[in-house]
């Protein structure tokens, strides 16, 4: 499988010609990242928020047949059960051969029944910037209970770049946890490739 991340939650994951995207965010709603204009199969979001339901952004198309499926993780988007941002939902997306966890607006501790659903994973894509979600310190210890074989962090600024909130967290703020990490060049990763570091931070295409 082919990962792309196009900014902010926003995510292209494609095989045998097939397109998924996850979370498009709405045009204007995360600073510094340039509008989602994309062509796919099928769409998914984590939760309605403008930052990631912007599915009218994607034009969907009757592509190939869908090689995955897809496991939805109901949870919640704050350390108290909804009560100040409401709900958010995890994806886990199985080719048969890779495991992927995109956590949405991930904003608690999962619960141990949820940590079983999310067990065997290849890739997670995570968000690490607090505030809104867990923070990095939180996302590392998560990352520890889960072990996948790659980390990707989203939602997340980054002020050298020009882009994310100014409420949340860097990716410094994550990284600093792990004593092997690859900064990417490009914004895309292929699931098969084994010489990755334990978290990979890349580029948001849509910069």
């Known amino acids: 499988m082919k990962i792309t991340w196009l900014g902010h939650a926003c995510f292209k994951i494609e095989k045998a010609g097939f397109v998924l995207i996850i979370d498009p965010y709405q045009d204007g709603s995360v600073p510094g990242l340039l509008p989602i ?3 796919a199969d099928l769409v998914l979001c984590s939760h309605e928020h403008r930052d990631h339901n912007g599915r009218e ?3 969907l ?3 190939p047949e869908n090689p995955f499926t897809i496991e939805t993780i ?5 350390e108290v059960h909804g009560a100040k941002r409401g ?3 995890m994806f886990v997306i199985d080719d048969g051969e890779t495991r992927i966890a995109h956590l949405g607006d991930l904003g608690c501790e999962p619960e141990p029944e949820q940590l079983k659903q999310l067990a065997g994973l290849d890739v997670v894509l995570i968000p690490v910037g607090g505030h809104y979600t ?3 310190r939180e996302a590392a ?3 520890a209970k889960l072990r996948p074989r790659i980390a ?4 997340y600024r980054d002020d050298e770049a020009g882009f994310g909130y100014d409420v949340i967290g860097t990716v410094a703020d994550f990284t600093r946890y792990f004593d092997r990490v690859e900064m990417a060049s490009g914004s895309e990763i292929e699931t098969g490739d084994t010489s990755t570091a334990p978290v990979v931070v890349l580029r948001p295409a849509r910069r």
């Not at 109901?74 to 704050?78: E, I, M």
């Not at 990707?152 to 939602?155: A, F, S, V």
């Open 141 to 143: 210890e998560l990352l």
């Open 61 to 63: 198309r009757k592509g």
């Open 87 to 89: 709900a958010t939902r």
């Open 57 to 59: 952004l994607v034009e």
């Open 152 to 155: 990707i962090p989203m939602h």
């Open 134 to 136: 867990i923070d990095g």
């Open 74 to 78: 109901d949870t919640w988007h704050d």
């Open 37 to 39: 204009r994309e062509k």
